[in-house]
Nanobody, 115 residues
Framework: QVQLVESGGGLVQPGGSLRLSCAAS????????MGWYRQAPGKQRELVAEITSSGRTNSGDSVKGRFTISNDNAKSMMYLQMNSLKPEDTAVYYCHIQDSRGRYWGQGTQVTVSS
């Protein structure tokens, strides 16, 4: 079982920046993929960015060049640096991990981009 806790969300003006953090606890089995997803009201949950245990990254087209995913294995942490935020980035952001045993989600953190 893996537990994930997000932090760092909040209200930011368009063009601003935020950094989300995800703290992982428990035992991760085998190779894994960690990522950030988001869900806006009335929309489906979508992938924002992900990183594998080998360090490969992938991000959604809408955030390429603005958001950067990273992790610190020694601290069991994952981060999402979000720059040049737009109102359409407003959503609940979820931390996610998939290992050889299953998929796990955090409780989510709200990001609101508004003037």
């Amino acid at each position: 079982q893996v537990q994930l806790v997000e932090s760092g969300g909040g209200l930011v003006q368009p063009g601003g920046s935020l950094r989300l953090s995800c703290a992982a606890s428990g035992t991760i089995f085998g190779s894994y993929t960690m990522g950030w997803y988001r869900q806006a009201p009335g929309k489906q949950r979508e992938l924002v960015a992900e990183i594998t245990s080998s360090g490969r990254t992938n991000s959604g087209d809408s955030v390429k060049g603005r958001f950067t995913i990273s992790n610190d294995n020694a601290k069991s942490m994952m981060y999402l640096q979000m720059n040049s935020l737009k109102p359409e980035d407003t959503a609940v952001y979820y931390c996610h991990i998939q290992d050889s045993r299953g998929r796990y989600w955090g409780q989510g953190t709200q990001v609101t981009v508004s003037s």
